[in-house]
């Protein structure tokens, strides 16, 4: 094969979808592939490239691919298909290999860019998941042709990992994917949680994880729960102190002292007599424990073993009998499993340390607590308490001899489990309830000593020797003998009772034009019902209308942090575009979603080229809505209607004609019975009303809304229409949606940078955030009904500098049509284009429409148009600024201060009279 080119593959882009995203509701990495002229070489072209693919990962033979079953893949990759698709199967089942089994991937081409590819793949842990889509493109560019090998773009992506090597890039994956998982007690409270519903947030790098959402979420760090008592788990911690409390209610424990010495500890076993234990006050999973002490000389052993764990030592008596770890969750016995301490049987053959290695191999022990064993340790516990019975780790024991290599029978030090749970006594039992409740703990272990624990310690001798906080679940998820237990269930049925999911309703708003205003309408009319509301939107994130971050907040980032603040119990949430493109959703349904309306806006972005491509992004969040949620959709816009095919629960349409031009999906609709929201015709804006169940009500005139300006701006009655649709599929009373709604104002504290209007310097000045064409258009409707009001209509307008050419110039276009004087401004952040391009494209459309180019002004930076703006004004004007940095606008336009001049008649109130 002659070399077609140097560079055939080339990396575009990567990302992390964490949440539901356009191309399926599964959280996925993407990586953008150009493949150039590689998509004229699919795989049945390159050689023997699916020969040697295959024999280095013999597991793409399961991949079923589109087909569903075993082989599927293989057929493809005979057949012959494109090597992103590959790269797609091979980061699957490299994830696999190091130990996170997956199989759902898409590759899909991108729109508008031939050749050029989204490779995605399902992850457990992203971290883990990019290194193998790195590792992917690396092992299938290794195995190509010399002639058209070279992926490029690797190194700019991603850091550099230094010359490729297979099995150190396998390894390294593999060890990300130990440091990423869950022990076996965090998996089992995640998948139970899972199987419930319950959504799960990781909150850092380890164990700490958020069951649910808002004020109905739950913490949990392993088997310690937010309910958990501090005060119960310092108690816990003093095992003398544990001790005492039980034995002053009763309940059976060994005699014992703490000693800070190893004299001291002589003195004390003169008192308790052999056979002893000793243990370090504080400690956990068996950890310097030494038992069945039966001299001196062990004793000093025991003595230094605990040191290493604690200043303060625990001598007490040693119960003779079998080491049992009873679980009580909430009061109640969940599971009891005896604990068998770690041994080997003799083959007759092989030492010890020989047999200790073969016990290793089972894959069921791995290092710590990450599986559901441990692997045994050679250590000095081990030696000192083999050596009691007179062998080395170089003795070989006689075939079938059992020698156990540890007094303790902790699996943390390599012991197995037997379950016990239909075996325990009912008074035994009843010690060991009344001991996690004497302690105080939610979830507790109690180690428990009995030679037959069918029968009661009180009868046979034994009891409880400490009550643990966080107990490990994985002895009773997967006993080495014996029936696994359900120990998950009862911990999840304590934090979330009576089947409560721990959700709180999650109100998601979408569209071009109006999110944020319907979302701080629907926020007010929350706030009305005495409800804690969470508020994302344009200009920061809100919990109860207090500002707790500013900036733009209406990604999944700011979505995630209220539905992680322990007061919110409604979420509202304004979701643009961006982030559902660049990571998807925050969450993985939503109980009401609402599309306001679909126009041309950052098109030719991220593979969005036509309105049809913007509305399918968009849809997404209907998409998510349960089936007993709502769906909110506007029946004046065809893109929105066309949703309806795809929206998730009860669809509840609104439009601002209820009159004889109804669209007909609504009149339809109401015919049913159903749900809709329409202004129907009057004077002064009409009034809203609602059709539910075949009945007509009527909310509100829209007049009465200060926000529609007596009903002059009818972007603002439609936007209202939206928010009493998503208040009556909330369940809010109408009285309280009339209400809320007479008391929301356009002003810049109830809903910053929409429609705010300024009276104070002798002219108006309206503020409102018309970033697009539709926008820009909307306002222009509204402010023709008054411009008889005015001398002169002032605008200063831009536009961001990632939309297209045609884009910016309809924007000018637009502008010449409303204003009589021209402000155009451009922004220092131009957003890849040079500087001056987009205020000579907005001068160009403005002139285009018919603006006199005398009348046009040119002025970079926001702040110095604005003020060149202002300083124009005259008594009788109206200026318009549609600022990208509401905030800092709005405090200019407050604090401007005019020339002296004459100001004569005041403008016309757009407010009533208060």
């Known amino acids: 094969m002659t070399r077609l080119l140097t560079q055939p593959v080339r990396v575009i882009e990567k990302g992390v979808y964490r949440g539901p995203h356009r191309y399926s ?26 020969d040697r ?19 599927g893949f293989v057929k493809r990759l005979r057949e012959g298909t494109w090597l992103g698709h590959v790269a797609e199967h091979v980061a699957l ?6 130990g996170d089994r997956l199989t759902r991937g898409k590759t899909r081409s991108v729109k508008g860019h031939p050749g050029r590819y989204n490779v995605m793949y399902a992850y457990r842990d992203e971290n883990v998941a990019l290194a193998a889509g790195r590792f992917a493109l690396e092992l299938v560019d290794s195995l190509l042709p010399e002639s058209v090998r070279g992926v490029v773009g690797l190194d700019r992506i991603w850091a550099a990992e230094g010359p490729y090597d297979y099995e150190a890039r396998l390894e390294a994956v593999r060890q990300l994917v130990k440091a990423s998982r869950f022990g076996p007690t965090t998996q089992a409270l ?38 958990t008592s501090l005060v119960a788990v310092d108690i816990a911690g003093n095992k003398d102190l544990t001790k005492r409390l039980l034995a002053q209610a009763g309940v059976p424990v060994p005699h014992g002292v703490v000693v800070r010495d190893v004299e001291a500890a002589l003195r004390e076993a003169r008192t308790l007599r052999y056979p002893l234990v000793t243990k370090p006050l504080d400690g956990n999973h068996g950890r310097g424990v030494t038992t069945d002490i039966r001299d001196e000389a062990q004793l000093r052993f025991g003595f230094a073993a605990a040191r290493e764990h604690g200043r303060r030592i625990v001598v007490e008596q040693f ?23 770690a041994r080997v049987t003799g083959d007759g053959v092989s030492t010890i340390a020989e047999l200790i290695e073969k016990v290793n191999q089972d894959p069921r022990r791995g290092e710590g607590h990450e599986k559901v064993m441990t692997r045994i340790r050679i250590d000095p516990h081990l030696i000192e308490f083999i050596a009691r019975g007179g062998r080395t780790v170089e003795t070989v024991p006689a ?31 009843e010690i060991a309830r009344r001991a996690a409740a004497i302690v105080g703990l939610d979830i507790a272990g109690i180690d428990f000593i009995a030679p037959d624990i069918s029968r009661s310690v009180r009868e046979t001798g034994g009891g409880v020797i400490e009550v643990n906080a966080a107990p490990g679940f994985r002895m009773h998820i997967e006993p080495s003998e014996g029936a696994p237990r359900d120990v998950a269930r009862p911990v999840m049925e304590m934090l979330f009772p009576r089947g409560c999911r721990g959700r709180i309703p999650i109100i998601a708003i979408t569209g071009t034009n109006g999110k944020s205003t319907v979302g701080r309408m629907v926020n007010h009319i929350l706030r009305y019902t005495g409800r804690t509301v969470g508020l994302t939107s344009t200009s920061g994130v809100y919990v109860n209308d207090l500002i707790v971050a500013e900036g733009d907040a209406t990604g999944p980032r700011s979505a995630r942090m209220v539905l992680r603040d322990p007061s919110v119990e409604v979420a509202v949430l304004e979701t643009a575009r961006g982030g559902m493109l660049r990571e998807g959703l925050a969450f993985d349904e939503a109980d009401i979603a609402a599309v306001l309306n679909i126009s041309a806006d950052h098109l030719g972005l991220k593979g969005i080229e036509t309105v049809e491509d913007l509305a399918a992004v968009k849809s997404l969040i209907v998409e998510t809505v349960p089936r007993d949620g709502a769906s909110v959709l506007n029946a004046d816009d065809p893109l929105t209607v066309r949703m309806a095919r795809r929206a998730g629960g009860r669809l509840i349409w609104f439009s601002l004609d209820g009159g004889e031009n109804m669209p007909v999906c609504v009149r339809r609709h109401i015919d049913a019975g159903r749900t809709a929201v329409v202004r129907e015709p009057g004077s002064e804006g009409g009034c809203l009303v609602l059709h539910r169940g075949g009945r007509r009500e009527v909310i509100m005139a829209a007049n009465d809304i200060p926000a529609t300006l007596h009903g002059a701006a009818t972007f603002n009655i439609a936007n209202a229409l939206a928010a009493c649709a998503i208040a009556v599929a909330h369940d809010v009373p109408l009285l309280t949606i009339r209400s809320a709604l007479c008391g929301f104002r356009s002003s810049f504290e109830q809903n910053p940078g929409r429609l705010n209007v300024h009276d104070a310097h002798g002219f108006r000045i309206i503020v409102d955030y018309a970033h697009n064409a539709a926008g820009l258009a909307a ?13 002169r209509m002032i605008g200063c307008i831009s536009i961001p500098g990632d939309r297209r050419d045609e884009d910016i110039l309809e924007m000018g276009r637009l502008a010449a049509r409303i204003f009589d004087e021209h402000y155009f401004r451009e922004d220092p952040a131009t957003r890849g284009r040079p500087r001056g391009q987009i205020m000579n494209l907005l001068k160009a459309g403005a002139i285009e429409a018919g603006a006199d180019p005398e ?3 040119l002025v970079a930076g926001e702040a110095e148009a604005t003020q060149a703006a202002l300083r124009a004004a005259r008594p009788g004007d109206l200026v318009v600024v549609t600022p990208t940095e509401v905030f800092a606008a709005w405090q200019q336009v407050c604090e401007f201060v005019p020339a002296e001049r004459e100001f004569s008649a005041a403008p016309q109130p757009l407010y009533a009279a208060e």
């Open 25 to 50: 509701h599964t959280p996925m990495v993407r990586i953008q592939l150009d493949l150039g002229r590689m998509e004229d070489w699919p795989t049945d072209r390159l050689g023997d490239f699916s």
């Open 53 to 71: 693919l295959l024999a280095r990962l013999p597991g793409l033979e399961l991949h079923g691919c589109c087909f569903g079953r075993r082989g």
């Open 93 to 98: 089942e490299l994830q696999t290999i190091a």
């Open 190 to 227: 995640v998948d139970e949680a899972q199987r419930r519903g319950i959504p799960v947030m990781r909150l850092d790098d380890n164990s700490l994880i958020q069951l649910g959402y808002g004020r109905r979420q739950q913490r949990i760090r392993a088997s310690i729960s937010g309910r």
């Open 319 to 341: 119960f003779a009998g079998r080491d049992h770890r009873i679980l009580i969750v909430d009061g109640q016995l969940v599971a009891v499993a005896e604990r068998v301490p």
């Open 399 to 429: 075939r079938g001899e059992v020698v156990d290599l540890r007094a303790t029978a902790n699996l943390s030090t390599g012991g197995t489990a037997i379950d016990r749970t239909n075996d325990i006594h009912p008074e035994n039992i």
């Open 779 to 791: 306002i222009g409707e509204m402010i023709d009904g008054l411009r008889h009001r005015y001398q």
């Open 855 to 857: 009348r046009i002004q």
